[in-house]
C-alpha cells in the first residue's frame, strides 16, 4: 500500500528532525505540516528529509492535520499514520499499525498507550480516561485511548468525512464521525515515551473543546 506519514508541528525545531529521521526510514513519504510556527521548524523538517507544508499562522494541530489529509487524498495515498513531533512517538511502532491494517483491512487504528500509564502525568490519565469513555459512547463501539495522535487511517475515511473542527478535538471527531460512518476503530499497543516536552494541550480549555464537540456529536 501506499502509505505517507504526516506530522503536524508548531514550534518543534528541537525535536522535528529526530523525529523525521527516523520515520524516514520506515516510509519514504514523510509530510510535515508547518503551523505557523515562530522558529525553523520547517526549515530542519526540509533538511531532514520531510515535505513541508506551511500555515502562514498558526491554525491548530486539527487544521494542520487536515491539510495532510487533503495533500494525501490529493496524491492519492492509501492511508497515512500521523505522528506527533515532539518525539513522544516511537517510529520503530509503525510496523505494528501495517501489520494490523493487513487484517482489517479499513478503518482508524489507534496507538494506545493505556497498556502501560505508570509514567503518564495524571492530569493526561484524568483528560484521556473521561474523552475516551465519552467518545466510545457516541461511537457505539471503544475507543481505548482517543487522546493518542499516533494513528493510521485509510484513505477511504478521509473521502467520507468531513472534518469541521480546528484543534486538539480534531482527533476525537474523526474518531467519532468515522464510528457513525461505519468503519470500524481498531487500536495497536505503542510504547509511551514522556521526556522534558511540554504538552499544548490546555486541560481546561481543551476539556471544554471536547465536551462542546460531544454534545453536538449526539445529533449527528
Given at each position: 500500500m501506499k502509505?505517507?506519514?504526516i506530522i503536524p508541528g508548531y514550534n518543534e525545531s528541537k525535536m522535528i528532525g529526530q523525529v523525521v529521521m527516523k520515520a524516514y526510514q520506515i516510509i519514504n513519504d514523510?509530510?510535515?505540516i508547518d503551523d505557523g510556527s515562530k522558529d525553523n521548524t520547517a526549515q530542519v523538517a526540509q533538511d531532514s528529509g520531510a515535505i513541508v507544508i506551511k500555515h502562514d499562522l498558526n491554525k491548530g494541530?486539527?487544521?494542520a492535520l487536515k491539510t495532510g489529509f487533503d495533500y494525501?487524498?490529493?496524491n492519492e495515498y492509501d492511508a497515512v499514520i500521523t505522528m506527533?513531533?515532539?518525539g513522544q512517538h516511537d517510529p520503530d511502532d509503525i510496523q505494528g499499525f501495517i501489520n494490523t491494517l493487513d487484517r482489517v483491512k479499513s478503518g482508524i487504528i489507534i496507538g494506545s498507550r493505556m497498556s502501560d500509564i505508570s509514567t503518564m502525568p495524571a492530569i493526561r490519565k484524568f483528560t484521556n480516561k473521561l474523552t475516551?469513555?465519552?467518545s466510545s459512547i457516541v461511537a457505539r463501539q471503544k475507543i481505548d485511548d482517543s487522546q493518542s495522535g499516533y494513528r493510521l487511517i485509510t484513505i477511504d475515511v478521509?473521502?467520507?468525512v468531513k472534518l469541521e473542527t480546528d484543534r486538539f478535538e480534531t482527533e476525537s471527531e474523526i474518531l467519532i464521525k468515522a464510528s457513525k460512518a461505519g468503519f470500524?476503530?481498531?487500536s495497536v499497543p505503542i510504547k509511551t515515551i514522556y521526556g522534558e516536552e511540554k504538552s499544548k494541550i490546555n486541560p481546561m480549555k481543551d476539556t471544554y473543546r471536547f465536551i462542546r464537540l460531544f454534545f453536538r456529536s449526539l445529533r449527528w
Open positions: 502509505i505517507c506519514i514523510v509530510i510535515v494541530k486539527g487544521a494525501a487524498i490529493k506527533d513531533s515532539d475516551s469513555f465519552l478521509l473521502k467520507s470500524k476503530i481498531s
